[in-house]
């Protein structure tokens, strides 16, 4: 499998600011994801990112909320913008495996807006 | 629409007793079904998959889920729980095809393990 990294691991910041959330595969992959966890939940999608198109946005997020890059097939950035403390979460990308559907996660970046 | 069900917000179990965690599915064709395992403060690890064939499938860490089709399920069961498993359970179906492939995660089950 895959092995994922994310930078940073958590951050406190204040509202009204931007953070930018790395995430780098040790392979080449095709589709990457973002997701959400807020407290106590279960991941919500927030877009799919494929190398060489716009990454698609699941209902309830926005580009200009939550723009995402993806330069090649090993990294993409998701940027949370205009935080609010509603943003306080545990952001998680991941990355396609060999089988369909299935997925591996990179150890989350626990995210507090104060 | 593909959904997951986990009914089971908590649960405890005493370390060395047998665990099952439930998992339904609302899916139109076969299903491809996974469990992830979240321990604390980390993220999510493929414990096992199915996707087809045998219908008891063998996971990491002893394991194993059992597909019923009649039932809509997919349960997870460990024969002798360790204190190490103490984690937050998630089930999973996959959905979509082609650049649109995802998954969708049921609730989630935490599992308490007692000494």
């Known amino acids: 499998s895959a092995v994922i990294s994310q930078k940073p691991s958590r951050d406190i910041c204040q509202r009204g600011t931007s953070l930018t959330i790395q995430c780098q595969v040790d392979?080449?992959?095709?589709?990457m994801f973002w997701y959400r966890q807020q407290p106590g939940q279960s991941l919500t999608l927030i877009a799919t990112?494929?190398?060489?198109?716009?990454?698609?946005?699941e209902s309830g997020f926005v580009i200009d909320k939550f723009p995402i890059s993806r330069p090649n097939l090993t990294f993409s950035t998701l940027t949370v913008s205009n935080m609010s403390p509603e943003d306080s979460s545990i952001y998680l990308c991941s990355v396609s495996g060999t089988g369909l559907y299935e997925q591996y996660f990179g150890p989350g970046t626990r995210l507090t807006v104060t | 629409a593909q959904s997951v069900t986990q009914p089971d917000i908590h649960i405890t179990v005493s370390e060395g007793a047998s665990l099952e965690l439930r998992c339904n599915y609302s899916y139109g064709a076969t299903p491809y079904l996974f469990w992830y395992v979240q321990s604390p403060g980390q993220g999510l690890q493929l414990l096992l998959k199915?996707?087809?064939?045998?219908?008891l499938v063998q996971g990491i860490k002893g394991f194993e889920a059992e597909f019923k089709r009649s039932q809509s399920s997919f349960n997870l069961r460990k024969p002798s729980v360790h204190w190490s498993d103490a984690a937050e359970y998630f089930c999973?179906?996959?959905?979509?095809?082609?650049?649109?492939?995802?998954?969708?995660f049921g609730s989630g089950t935490q599992l308490t393990v007692l000494p």
């Open positions: 990112a494929n190398q060489g198109s716009e990454a698609t946005y």
């Open positions: 999973a179906v996959g959905r979509g095809s082609g650049s649109a492939r995802q998954l969708t």
């Open positions: 199915y996707f087809s064939g045998d219908t």
């Open positions: 392979s080449q992959v095709t589709m």
